[in-house]
């Protein structure tokens, strides 16, 4: 398959990553590039690693288990970042890894460090010159937070988290490689796909949205609708992944005008605070939150639910509707059955309340300790 470049803020490559022209991505090659990623895609960073080096690039791998955006590792990416003086960073993993690469490549020119990230997550990073050429590889088919200059950053001390706001940078790209969408099954292989029904949902019923906004998402409803019941049928297309990629735009695109919605917010918080996998927490608490007040009560809730129902599957709320994926997915349905404890998770609420309150006005600590008792 051939790449194709669309010019947006990020510029987007949709092909193979072994297509990518690096030489027209990185003109200054002879330069340090820094791979950042998980342990688990070790494999796949390595042949990253090869290209690039074939090239001129000096790589350095920075691969770990369960690599999340936590202060600790912020801090000493920071430190390797300045060291080597890397011109690249390519970031290839999920949501955490995402987050990561967008700070370090932000903050990497200054001085600054991960505490005076989290002391002023919305100014500290405003006046910090350009740094590295950003380059993401989202794995799995989810990057919610793609058009949004936003990246959640946990204190390694208190699991607290605060959501930065990062400048747009110079030079920045996506790379969407349909092979390294997660390969279909039961359970977790479905909570990518679930992550972008749940980024098109709250882009959908965002306070804030616009009569171009509300159709743009409600596209991204549909087609990440559409997506979750062929999964839910069992049945194979051969675009599929093509349409994931589709998918994976259509939602991140709906919502960078609202940026990340209350029960995004509140599954960072959760899964620092109780050491929970983001993904299916994410899932978990999506129809917990459209049946609290926050969206209970929306003008868009009758329009959602037509989206969500089907001839076969009928709903008579969007919560119920959520709920039906999720029991023909596999997914669970309890935050205990991740293992959580309510008495680990529930300050989470004030921390997700206080993330991006300023911007939203829906977020809210009573409703979401409320959300947290009923899901656990």
């Not at 747009?168 to 969408?181: F, G, I, K, N, T």
């Not at 049928?233 to 994976?248: G, V, W």
Request: negative net charge.
């Amino acid at each position: 398959m051939a790449c194709i470049d669309i010019n947006l803020s990020p510029k987007i490559t949709v092909g193979s990553v072994s297509q990518v022209q690096w030489e027209a991505v990185q003109p200054e090659f002879g330069g340090r590039a820094l791979i950042l990623t998980d342990a688990a895609l070790e494999q796949e960073a390595v042949s990253l690693q090869q290209q690039l080096d074939s090239r001129g690039m000096n790589t350095i791998l920075f691969a770990r288990d369960n690599l999340s955006c936590n202060s600790e590792t912020l801090d000493e990416v920071l430190s390797l970042a300045r060291g080597s003086r890397s011109k690249m960073l390519v970031s290839l993993g999920g949501e955490g890894v995402m987050a990561l690469g967008r700070l370090t490549a932000s903050a990497a020119p200054s001085r600054l460090h991960a505490s005076d990230l989290l002391e002023n997550p919305l100014e500290a990073l405003a006046d910090v010159q350009s740094g590295p050429y950003l380059v993401e590889i989202p794995f799995g088919g989810s990057h919610a937070l793609m058009f949004c200059r936003q990246a959640p950053l946990a204190s390694r001390e208190t699991g607290r988290v605060s959501m930065v706001h990062w400048p747009e940078p110079a030079s920045y790209r996506v790379v969407l490689d349909e092979s390294l969408m997660r390969e279909k099954g039961s359970g977790a292989a479905h909570l990518p796909a679930a992550l972008r029904l749940s980024t098109a949902v709250e882009a959908f019923l965002w306070p804030g949205s616009s009569r171009f906004t509300e159709v743009h998402a409600a596209g991204a409803v549909r087609e990440a609708v559409s997506l979750l019941r062929i999964i839910r049928e069992d049945s194979e297309t051969p675009e599929y992944r093509s349409r994931e990629c589709s998918s994976l735009l259509l939602s991140a695109f709906a919502a960078a005008f609202g940026g990340c919605g209350p029960a995004q917010a509140l599954a960072w918080a959760v899964s620092f605070a109780g050491k929970l996998p983001y993904l299916a927490v994410n899932a978990l608490l999506l129809p917990w939150v459209l049946d609290s007040p926050i969206y209970e009560a929306s003008a868009r809730a009758a329009a959602l639910n037509e989206l969500l129902s089907d001839e076969d599957f009928p709903c008579s709320s969007p919560a119920e509707g959520v709920r039906a994926f999720w029991g023909h997915l596999e997914l669970p349905a309890r935050l205990r059955d991740l293992g959580g404890d309510l008495d680990t998770i529930l300050p989470a609420a004030l921390t997700a309340a206080e993330m991006d309150g300023h911007v939203r006005s829906d977020f809210n600590e009573a409703a979401f300790r409320d959300i947290l008792e009923n899901a656990c």
